[in-house]
């Protein structure tokens, strides 16, 4: 059911419909008091109703006081009122949020003082059947909304985003950050004031590069939300040249998936996990050692408050976990602007948070952190629908028509184009929009003996990560991406040796064209076309030059000039070839011409000819290369292997580890089998059932036909009978077979049109009706697409 949030009334939710008590329903519905009253009383709260009330006692009050109520523009809050995992009670949390920034709206002497926003509140439940059903109840049976706001959970909000250009409608979201909901052109009428995970794992990607860490592993939480966010980390860092070593997802051990971390030289580790997860996490690194100098945590998302206190934290002392913490960074969105000026509301952040908390504490609620977005997300649609009504006004105004009527698409690209437009000054910083996206801030957080500390920012809009002098590493110097590596570089011998015959073959080469061009007026030379000999040698020095260019590596010169080289590299020693190629073919095919011909004295194949040969072959070689580096170009990739034992001890360690891994996996296998012959006798058991209440006649009461699956337990004898060592043998094939048969023939016929439902009397008891002869209510069926 619909709740209607009446803001007046202090946050309370009553069912939409409702009537509220007599003195109070002058705030939903408009009354004239007195024709052509000369006062004018603006209801502004429950209080001023009462003294009002008490002044129209008097007739001549009455008649000389008008009551203008306000009207009503209904807004539809989409939002999981009970406690979602991870955040708590987030509704609860941002309410006295929105009902403070209403009390500062009805201070300001705005174009909306005629006008009350209304709030309808409907329970998501972060479900998507749940929350489509009541989404498509509030649009079919509620007022008109004008916009929508709220949207946490991302299954529900991405699917109610994809839906709002059909129903002309502007959905302001001050708590979804999945990244799934950056695509402009599948949400268009999609807008957040919080920022992205998106630019989170952005700000993530910089930290990694400013350190020159090219080597990370990931351990994640299995939920929704973070795999989103995974992959958009993914994607970012794959695109960045950082190789994610290894990824994790935490199990019911934690500690297996750190130790995996550890055992694949993993150092710089990011985590994506809750606070309950993370005390685990951290208990597991201090007693497998995975903390200090060696090793960097990172965190995107961030924690509240002292989180480790009231996290679970029973697998470890407190003084351990504080330990393994100790140095980990956390990167997330900054909650509230660090200016301490006055915005649109007339408050400073530090004056907003003040009366926020102070609200908190009386209601007893704790405080989320992203109160201040849904503030200053109030002021959004303020400013939009403030535009929207001016923009009516003025139409209104100027329309040559009396009956002036806007349609509900015309009021939609209204609020849309004014949501585009714009930007003020909030508690939570500069707000404006890009593509649906709030351009902010995300602040970098280092833990330090027992509390966070800023270490920096990120700009998202400029895309500059700046980081103060509080950074602390508990080595001499920040951690290096892996603990024990070595890198293969070309060996330094072997490649002087292979430049020393390269020159020399360059320096013959020079030495034939040399003496090509001292005898060029001799008639052997003339007579050998001597343009062909100068592509040859010129060919031959190319492909010599690529050797020296493919023994330059990493050691040699820096990443940059080395993905230059690439292809620089493959251009030279392929048109080198080519060349060289082409001028002994071009040759060789005019003396086989000669030799063809020789009876025909005319026949003479000129220079020119042999170029044009020479030419073309350069044309489609350059054209490929060309297309290769256009399509797919060469880059450079840096190829991990796993680290050599030289020790014995290190051996035997790796074997133990390894007839462990397979005596667990046997252990498995024979569970698995086992389970799948429990399962296959009840099969049995059931279909036998079946069969015999389908042979059996009728009973002369004619009771209905139950069918029974009965389960038997493992004290059974039945159960304890002996295994079958194989269970793909003939004999339980043939089995499974003549039991399953009889059980699809009667549950598929239905469905091919070979027998209709009410034939089978696996379905039905013989006393009751078929499903032709009893009368159905007709129901409305819808198909959701797109989820």
Not at 3 to 15: A, E, F, K, S
Not at 347 to 362: A, G, I, K, V
Not at 485 to 499: A, E, G, K, M
Request: some cysteine.
């Amino acid at each position: 059911m619909p709740v209607c949030l009446d803001t007046r009334l202090q946050g309370t939710l009553m069912p939409c419909g409702h009537r509220l008590p007599r003195r109070m329903q002058g705030w939903l519905v408009d009354r004239d008091m007195g024709a052509g009253g000369r006062g004018e009383v603006v209801v502004a709260g429950v209080r001023d109703q009462e003294a009002l009330s008490d002044r129209l006692i008097d007739p001549e009050s009455q008649e000389k006081a008008r009551v203008v109520v306000r009207h009503s523009l209904p807004v539809l809050w989409i939002m999981p009122l009970t406690d979602n995992p991870g955040r708590g009670n987030l509704t609860a949390s941002v309410l006295p949020a929105v009902q403070l920034a209403l009390d500062d709206l009805s201070r300001q002497q705005t174009p909306l003082r005629n006008y009350e926003i209304n709030f309808h509140v409907i329970d998501s439940e972060c479900n998507i059947a749940k929350g489509l059903k009541a989404y498509f109840d509030a649009i079919c049976f509620g007022p008109k909304y004008l916009m929508i706001f709220g949207g946490v959970c991302p299954s529900v909000t991405s699917v109610i985003a994809e839906s709002l250009q059909g129903w002309n409608l502007v959905q302001l979201s001050f708590a979804a950050t999945t990244p799934v909901l950056d695509d402009e052109k599948k949400y268009p009428n999609f807008f957040r004031m919080v920022t992205s995970d998106n630019t989170v794992n952005q700000a993530v990607v910089k930290i990694l590069q400013n350190y020159k860490w090219r080597r990370v592993g990931t351990l994640t939480q299995d939920v929704q939300r973070i795999s989103e966010i995974r992959r958009d980390l993914t994607k970012q860092l794959s695109k960045a040249d950082v190789m994610v070593a290894v990824t994790e997802s935490l199990s019911t051990d934690p500690c297996i998936n750190v130790k995996k971390l550890k055992d694949m030289d993993v150092t710089i580790i990011i985590g994506l996990f809750d606070e309950n997860s993370a005390s685990k996490v951290f208990c597991c690194a201090y007693s497998l050692n995975m903390f200090g100098g060696r090793y960097q945590w990172i965190l995107p998302g961030g924690y509240q408050g002292s989180w480790w206190e009231e996290a679970d934290s029973s697998n470890c002392a407190s003084n351990n976990l504080l330990t393994a913490m100790e140095g980990y960074i956390t990167v997330d969105f900054t909650h509230l602007s660090n200016r301490q000026i006055k915005g649109i509301s007339g408050r400073t952040p530090e004056e907003y948070d003040e009366t926020y908390n102070r609200e908190l504490l009386q209601r007893g609620l704790v405080a989320s952190k992203f109160h201040g977005f849904a503030y200053d997300g109030v002021w959004v649609m303020v400013k939009a629908l403030t535009r929207v009504i001016e923009s009516v006004r003025h139409r209104e105004r100027y329309d040559i028509h009396r009956n002036f009527t806007v349609s509900s698409k015309e009021i939609g690209q209204m609020v849309l184009d004014s949501m585009k437009e714009i930007c003020f000054e909030g508690v939570t910083g500069q707000v404006m929009f890009r593509n649906g996206e709030r351009m902010g801030t995300i602040k970098l957080s280092q833990f330090q003996e027992g509390r966070e500390v800023k270490i920096g920012q990120y700009n998202a809009e400029a895309e500059e990560l700046e980081l103060n002098h509080l950074i602390k590493f508990q080595g001499m110097q920040p951690p290096k991406d892996r603990a024990h590596s070595q890198r293969w570089d070309v060996s330094v011998p072997l490649y002087i040796i292979l430049l020393s015959t390269t020159g020399l073959a360059m320096l013959m080469a020079l030495f034939f064209l040399f003496f090509h061009i001292k005898h060029h007026n001799h008639w052997v030379m003339k007579k050998s076309s001597p343009s062909m000999n100068y592509l040859i040698i010129l060919g031959t020095m190319l492909a010599c030059t690529s050797v020296f260019l493919c023994g330059l590596d990493g050691s040699l010169v820096t990443d940059k000039v080395f993905v230059l080289l690439c292809p620089i590299r493959t251009y030279i020693l392929s048109v080198g070839y080519t060349t060289t190629f082409g001028a002994l073919f071009a040759k060789t095919w005019r003396v086989w011409t000669i030799v063809k011909y020789k009876e025909i004295i005319e026949k003479i194949i000129k220079d020119d000819q042999l170029w044009i040969i020479v030419g073309g072959m350069l044309l489609i070689d350059l054209c490929l290369l060309t297309c290769w580096q256009m399509v797919d170009p060469l880059r450079r990739t840096v190829e991990e292997f796993s680290q050599e034992e030289d020790s014995e001890t290190s051996s035997s360690s790796s074997s133990l580890n390894r007839g462990r891994s397979l005596e667990s996996l046997r252990t498995e296998n024979q569970h698995l089998r086992r389970r799948i012959t429990e399962i296959g006798d009840q099969l049995e058991d059931v279909a036998m059932q079946v069969l015999e209440e389908e042979l059996s006649p009728p009973s002369p009461q004619g009771h209905e036909v139950r069918l029974r699956a009965q389960v038997c337990s493992e004290d059974v004898p039945r159960m304890n009978r002996e295994l079958f060592d194989d269970i793909n043998s003939p004999e339980h094939i043939q089995r499974r077979r003549s039991v399953q048969l009889p059980i699809l023939h009667h549950a598929y016929m239905p469905a091919i049109g070979g027998m209709s439902a009410s034939c089978s009397s696996l379905l039905r008891s013989p006393d009751v009706p078929s499903a032709q002869q009893r009368h159905m209510p007709p129901s409305h069926r819808v198909m959701v697409t797109g989820l």
